[in-house]
């Protein structure tokens, strides 16, 4: 998907144009209204594999099992040399 050319129209314009990412329409209910993992340990799972998936990104995470949360990354440790 495109949002807009940075070079043509401008970081500005472009990033409004993705407004639909930041107002949370893309998040499914069930997330929103059922799911305790949201939002604070889990964001609604991922847009993009919602739509291989289901055709639509307002659909749900394929790789969420609705009772347990998805994969979450571990905390990166940080080793210091
Ligand atoms: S764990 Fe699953 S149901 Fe809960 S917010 Fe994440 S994707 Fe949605």
């Known amino acids: 998907m495109s949002y807009g050319n940075v070079t043509h129209e401008g970081l500005g314009k472009s ?3 993705m407004i639909e990412w930041r107002t949370g ?5 069930i997330c929103q209204q ?3 993992e949201y939002p604070a340990k889990c964001g609604g799972g991922c ?8 055709g639509s990104m307002g659909g749900n995470d394929p790789y969420c099992l609705q009772t347990k949360p998805v994969a979450r990354r ?4 940080q080793i210091f040399i």
């Open 15 to 17: 990033w409004n144009n």
């Open 25 to 29: 329409s893309l998040i499914p209910k």
């Open 34 to 36: 059922d799911c305790g």
């Open 47 to 54: 847009r993009i594999e919602s739509l291989n998936a289901n």
């Open 74 to 77: 571990r905390g990166i440790k």
